[in-house]
C-alpha cells in the first residue's frame, strides 16, 4: 500500500505490514527523526489528506480487521496514538478538495465532513 500527497510518501512496509514509513515528498527524507509509523495490526490500506498545511497532514489506515484509523503523519514532542474512526470499512478516498473522507462502511457509504473532530471531541462524530 502506498499514498502520495505534496508534501509526504506513506509506504506500507512489506516485511512488517504493521509499519507505514513516512517521506518528505520534496527532499525524500525519512520524517519523524526516520522512525516509522507502527501499528497493532497488519495494515491492509494507507491514504494521506490532500489539502492542508505539511504540519496538519494526516494518515488514514484500514487495518486487517477492516477498523479505520486516523492519525498525525508528524510528530510533534509526543507518541502518536492513532484514533479509531470507523469498523467494518472496505474502501477509503480522501476529497481532492477539502479534508472530507468517504468510505464504504458495511456496505454503507459515509462521510466524515470534518474527520479531524476525533482528536477534539470523540462525542461529536457520531452525530
Known amino acids: 500500500a502506498i499514498s502520495l500527497s505534496s508534501d509526504c510518501l506513506a509506504i506500507r512496509d512489506q516485511t512488517d505490514e504493521r509499519t ?54 508528524r510528530k510533534f514532542g509526543k507518541s502518536n496514538i492513532p484514533a479509531k474512526l470507523g469498523a467494518m470499512v472496505q474502501s477509503l478516498c480522501w476529497s481532492q478538495d477539502c479534508n472530507m473522507l468517504v468510505a464504504m462502511q458495511d456496505s454503507k457509504v459515509t462521510v466524515w465532513f470534518y474527520p479531524n473532530i476525533i482528536f477534539v471531541d470523540r462525542n461529536l462524530l457520531t452525530r
Do not use: C, M, W
Not at 509509523?37 to 492542508?52: C, M, N, P, S, Y
Open 20 to 73: 507505514v514509513h513516512l517521506f518528505d515528498s520534496n527532499t525524500g527524507k525519512p520524517l519523524n527523526d526516520g522512525k516509522p509509523f507502527t501499528h497493532k495490526q497488519e495494515i491492509v490500506e494507507v491514504a494521506l489528506d490532500q489539502t492542508g498545511l505539511p504540519n496538519e497532514r494526516k494518515l488514514a489506515i484500514v487495518d486487517k480487521n477492516r477498523d479505520l484509523y486516523l492519525t498525525n503523519v
